[in-house]
């Protein structure tokens, strides 16, 4: 489904990205580990089409996306839920929603869809009045994917959806990634600290060292591998 080809991306004279490689199977949960800085938030913006790389390809379904728009790419069906939410927190929750579907016009579906991500999420519906900036943190992550479903996504991006959120909450979400992930065969790229959890629900992995990808593997082989323990899983 998506291809990174030899990836380079710049931030001016800084290189974040270094001939990343990266390949995503339809319906797969791939996950994206490292530490801070490593590169992992840049490798989504440069599928996004937020930060576009330098060189080497994006394919989505084959076709070359690096350099497109970032509007044109969520239309083709790829959406990003940014690091620190970013949800609108002025709107209320169901203006949020009604924004992530800004790009479509079918109401009867997005509807639909309302009440798809309020089953996902149901304490969303209880606080459909309320503004987004009042919500817990855990609750503006919910808002955050739901928002990012309302555009129907076959590929989601999520950027550390578990950043500031306590143990219980990040399992709660992380339960309902591995669900949207197989009820609705959507195909999710994860990029995650918590390298533990995001390896419990990934099918596979790669771990990323200073803009490089230094390993690449199931993430059964990942939780086993000693120097993944070391580094990443506190083990
Ligand atoms: P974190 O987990 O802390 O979000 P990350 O793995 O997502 O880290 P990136 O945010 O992709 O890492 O950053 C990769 C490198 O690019 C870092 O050295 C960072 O300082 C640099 N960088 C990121 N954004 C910018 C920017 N807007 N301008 C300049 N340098 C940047």
């Given at each position: 489904?998506?291809?990174?080809?030899g990836i380079?991306?710049?931030y001016?004279?800084?290189q974040?990205l270094?001939d990343?490689?990266?390949?995503?199977?339809t319906g797969e949960i791939?996950?994206?580990i490292?530490?801070?800085?490593?590169?992992?938030?840049?490798?989504l913006m440069s599928v996004?089409?937020?930060?576009p790389?330098r060189?080497?390809?994006?394919l989505f379904e084959?076709?070359p996306?690096q350099?497109?728009?970032?509007?044109?790419?969520?239309?083709?069906?790829?959406?990003q839920?940014?690091?620190?939410?970013l949800i609108f927190?002025?709107?209320?929750?169901?203006?949020?929603l009604?924004?992530?579907?800004?790009?479509?016009?079918?109401?009867?579906g997005?509807?639909e869809?309302?009440e798809h991500?309020?089953?996902?999420?149901p304490i969303l519906?209880e606080?459909?009045k309320?503004d987004g900036?009042?919500?817990?943190?855990?609750?503006?992550q919910?808002l955050?994917?739901?928002?990012?479903?309302?555009a129907?996504?076959?590929?989601l991006?999520l950027?550390?959806?578990s950043l500031g959120?306590?143990p219980?909450i990040?399992?709660q979400i992380f339960e309902?990634?591995k669900?949207?992930n197989?009820?609705s065969n959507t195909?999710?790229?994860?990029?995650?600290?918590n390298?533990n959890?995001?390896?419990?629900?990934a099918?596979r992995?790669?771990?990323?060292?200073?803009?490089?990808?230094?390993?690449?593997?199931t993430s059964?082989?990942?939780?086993?591998?000693?120097?993944?323990?070391?580094a990443?899983?506190?083990l």
């Amino acid at each position: 489904m998506l291809e990174l080809r030899g990836i380079n991306t710049y931030y001016g004279n800084i290189q974040a990205l270094r001939d990343v490689n990266i390949k995503i199977n339809t319906g797969e949960i791939i996950t994206l580990i490292g530490a801070n800085g490593a590169g992992k938030t840049t490798t989504l913006m440069s599928v996004s089409g937020v930060v576009p790389p330098r060189s080497g390809e994006v394919l989505f379904e084959g076709n070359p996306i690096q350099g497109t728009n970032a509007d044109k790419i969520v239309k083709m069906g790829i959406c990003q839920v940014p690091e620190g939410r970013l949800i609108f927190p002025e709107l209320t929750v169901m203006e949020n929603l009604d924004m992530g579907a800004f790009l479509r016009n079918d109401t009867a579906g997005v509807k639909e869809d309302i009440e798809h991500v309020f089953s996902l999420f149901p304490i969303l519906k209880e606080r459909r009045k309320q503004d987004g900036g009042t919500l817990s943190g855990g609750e503006q992550q919910m808002l955050a994917i739901s928002r990012a479903l309302m555009a129907r996504p076959r590929l989601l991006l999520l950027d550390e959806p578990s950043l500031g959120l306590a143990p219980l909450i990040i399992r709660q979400i992380f339960e309902i990634i591995k669900k949207i992930n197989e009820e609705s065969n959507t195909t999710v790229f994860l990029v995650e600290q918590n390298a533990n959890l995001a390896l419990k629900i990934a099918h596979r992995g790669y771990v990323m060292e200073n803009g490089e990808i230094i390993l690449a593997d199931t993430s059964d082989k990942l939780l086993a591998n000693e120097d993944v323990k070391k580094a990443y899983l506190g083990l």
